[in-house]
């Protein structure tokens, strides 16, 4: 096993102790997950306000938001961006990427007519989905083991900080109409700047140098990751992530449309519950998925099993008992909860810790990707169902938490607390 000086993670690799270093990386590498999150709520802010002013369709709003960071563009970008971070090394995206995510926000923000609203939101999609692997690799690969629960944890409140700071932004700056929204952008511009010029002082991953240095064939490493023991990890990662993620996306861009659709409450009110939920979120995965996360395998199970039990509670409350603002708390309640036990955090963390570092970003890149494609597609349809009522929305999530719930539950692999280069050993030999 490779030293813990030629990891980069230094003498606090069993002890658990995160240094001052290890969480300025996290910060940096976390807001990735700001960004991405905080553009998909600024669009679905903005979608009414884009719209009447340069005169779109309800098909061209509908492939706004499909070709954004919510969905195709980010998907494209995680499976590129994914793949060339292994190839080519974390620091290759992680350095200019940001940059190009600034060009499209901008470009966003002085949109004058569709071509240039469409163009920004494609090049903001596929800079956040390029981003994300490349950022949580390097996150994973420098975390002590007994702590990279916590700092992946961290870029997860991050995910909650970006939407619920762009719901406060949108709400603050509502009587400016379109020009609030373009200040919401410049806001992203402003900290994707600021990111990218504190990044330069990241190094490249030494888990990835020295993986590089003796690494195989591109043909050879692809076809490694649909085999064995990567290809059960890719198939529980993807069904885990992918099922909890279409309950997730439909609460994190529709939750102020069905609820001002359906009469339960007003613009305002709509966007202060939606922001409630995502600050109950980050509360929740600061004190309890951070806390817990790296503890044991038999800790991670029992936060997954009761984690996913409320977040299937969150949606099925809807369907016995009147949709109005009570029980819509009670879902925003029972949801950020669940979802901070058994949710995009535990996701992150099994996602570096089960796949040969040669092949991470590739691998999180085609997960995270394919979840967001799927994601997109089922965009299309939620406004449709929630004409008649929360119910067949509400139905089909129930549904799609059993099978996430249940598929990560019974198929949990024992990861906790060990080495990326232990679990990489181990799983070799499965």
């Given at each position: 096993m490779a030293s813990s000086e030629a990891v980069g993670v230094g003498t606090a690799d069993d002890s658990g102790t995160i240094t001052r270093q290890q969480w300025k990386w996290a910060i940096l590498a976390g807001m990735a997950s700001y960004i991405d999150a905080g553009s998909i709520v600024a669009l679905s802010a903005g979608f009414a306000l884009f719209q009447s002013e340069l005169g779109l369709s309800s098909s061209a709003v509908g492939a706004l938001a499909a070709i954004g960071p919510n969905a195709i563009g980010c998907a494209l970008g995680a499976f590129i961006g994914g793949r060339l971070g292994d190839k080519l090394g974390r620091k290759r995206i992680y350095k200019y990427d940001l940059l190009v995510y600034a060009a499209g926000a901008l470009l966003i923000a002085l949109s004058f007519n569709a071509p240039m609203l469409f163009i920004g939101t494609f090049i903001v999609g596929v800079a956040v989905?390029?981003?994300?692997?490349?950022?949580?690799?390097?996150?994973?690969?420098?975390?002590?083991?007994?702590a990279r629960g916590k700092l992946l944890g961290f870029t997860q409140v991050a995910w909650n900080a970006g939407p619920l700071i762009v719901l406060l932004l949108a709400f603050a700056l509502a009587p400016l109409e379109l020009l609030g929204i373009r200040i919401v952008f410049l806001h992203l511009v402003v900290v994707a700047i600021v990111t990218w010029a504190m990044r330069q002082g990241l190094t490249e991953s030494p888990r990835w140098q020295q993986a590089s240095a003796s690494?195989?064939?591109?043909?050879?490493?692809?076809?490694?990751?649909?085999?064995?023991?990567?290809?059960?990890?890719?198939?529980?990662?993807?069904?885990?992530?992918?099922?909890?993620?279409?309950?997730?996306?439909?609460?994190?861009?529709?939750?102020?449309?069905?609820?001002?659709?359906?009469?339960a409450g007003s613009q305002a009110v709509s966007v202060g519950l939606t922001a409630l939920g995502f600050f109950l979120g980050m509360v929740a995965t600061v004190v309890l998925f951070m806390r817990l996360a790296d503890r044991s395998h038999a800790t991670r199970k029992r936060m997954w099993g009761i984690g996913a039990s409320m977040e299937i509670i969150a949606?099925?409350?809807?369907?016995?008992?009147?949709?109005?603002?009570?029980?819509?708390?009670?879902?925003?309640?029972?949801?950020?909860?669940?979802?901070?036990?058994?949710?995009?955090?535990?996701?992150?963390?099994?996602?570096?810790?089960?796949f040969p570092t040669i092949l991470r970003g590739t691998a999180q890149g085609l997960t995270f990707g394919t979840a967001r494609v799927v994601l997109g597609i089922w965009s299309f349809f939620?406004?449709?169902?929630?004409?008649?009522?929360?119910?067949?929305?509400?139905?089909?999530?129930?549904?799609?938490?059993?099978?996430?719930?249940?598929?990560?539950?019974?198929?949990?692999?024992?990861t906790s607390g060990k080495s990326l280069e232990q679990i990489e050993s181990e799983r070799a030999t499965v």
């Open positions: 989905g390029a981003d994300v692997p490349a950022s949580l690799a390097l996150v994973g690969e420098f975390s002590p083991a007994k690494r195989t064939t591109s043909r050879h490493e692809l076809r490694s990751l649909f085999r064995g023991a990567n290809l059960q990890a890719l198939l529980w990662t993807l069904s885990i992530y992918t099922f909890w993620n279409l309950a997730a996306g439909t609460k994190g861009t529709f939750n102020p449309y069905i609820i001002k659709s359906l009469n949606f099925a409350i809807y369907l016995f008992l009147p949709f109005n603002i009570p029980v819509i708390i009670g879902n925003l309640v029972f949801w950020a909860v669940g979802a901070a036990l058994a949710g995009e955090a535990m996701y992150k963390v099994f996602s570096q810790e089960l939620v406004p449709v169902l929630a004409t008649t009522g929360i119910e067949p929305v509400a139905g089909l999530l129930v549904v799609f938490l059993v099978i996430s719930g249940t598929v990560g539950y019974f198929f949990m692999p024992d």
